[in-house]
């Protein structure tokens, strides 16, 4: 019988996941444009600024919304992504078209006004499997890293902090903090040269073609794998992984069978 090409790769010295999608699943909320912007309007009437009615800022975050994820889409194939700062976001998205006083305020807290953007945009858990995996991983000692695209990665770090998860993470790299975003490749080299391993010697899991594997098919690392949700859709002319899996607990499986697949054949 003929193994599956991923068993009969070596097991990883790392394994790099993405955090939205990967180690975490999200669920969007509603009202969060609506909360935001009553904040946003409450810290313009606090610092005497112009102030701007919540109907209209909310029309802008929502604008601003739209504006980044058709940035996003049309850089998928880009080879060099830059990330967009806190500042520009809020000031070319959102407050582009606003009084210069209520400007200054978002530029000057532009990264609070983030976090607060990305903490009331969904309600977070750990994905099915991943506790397992990381402890597992931890076992045997394959070291762990995050690389994600994201507005704002101090986010990612509080909600490790509160699920008891940070320790597992060997190395994070977020978009917002490198200037840079996935398909580039830089961001998974981060990764590892900060581990001390060659791109080779790490698996890296994402859960997007254009932005995830083709990011680990230019890094060169050892096995992409794409953790598909249910509303994935396999686009052909996309790069496709050398591994799909449904969660956490299919990956840890199949990173165990590669070890059991290297003591099968030196036997």
């Known amino acids: 019988m003929i193994s599956p090409p991923w068993l009969t790769r070596e097991r990883p010295r790392a394994l790099l996941l993405d955090h939205g999608g990967v180690i975490v ?95 009331a945009s969904s309600s977070k858990r750990l994905g099915p499997g991943i506790v397992e995996l990381l402890d597992w991983c931890r076992t045997v000692g394959i070291r762990i890293g995050i690389v994600s695209n994201t ?26 903090e490198v200037g840079i975003r996935k398909p580039d490749p830089e961001m998974i080299l981060i990764a590892t040269r900060a581990l001390g391993i060659d791109p080779g010697q790490a698996w890296f899991v994402g859960d997007n073609y254009d932005k995830d ?23 052909g002319a996309c790069p496709q992984p050398d591994l799909n899996v449904a969660d956490g607990f299919e990956l840890r499986d199949a990173l165990a069978a590669t070890g059991a697949e290297q003591k099968e054949g030196a036997a």
């Open 25 to 119: 699943r999200s669920r969007k909320r509603a009202e969060a444009i609506d909360e935001v912007a009553e904040l946003v309007a409450e810290r313009l009437r606090r610092a005497g600024a112009v102030e701007l009615p919540v109907h209209r800022i909310a029309e802008d975050l929502a604008a601003a919304k739209s504006a980044y994820r058709a940035w996003k889409t049309g850089n998928g194939r880009a080879r060099t992504v830059p990330e967009v700062s806190h500042r520009d976001y809020w000031l070319d998205l959102v407050a582009a078209d606003w009084p210069p006083a209520a400007r200054a305020l978002v530029a000057a807290e532009a990264t609070p006004l983030c976090r607060a953007l990305v903490e």
């Open 151 to 176: 507005l704002l990665g101090d986010v990612n770090r509080t909600l490790a902090r509160q699920w008891g998860t940070l320790g597992h993470f060997a190395v994070q790299v977020h978009s917002d």
């Open 213 to 235: 594997v083709l990011c680990a098919r230019r890094a060169g690392v050892g096995a992409s794998v794409l953790m598909r949700l249910s509303t994935d859709r396999d686009p």
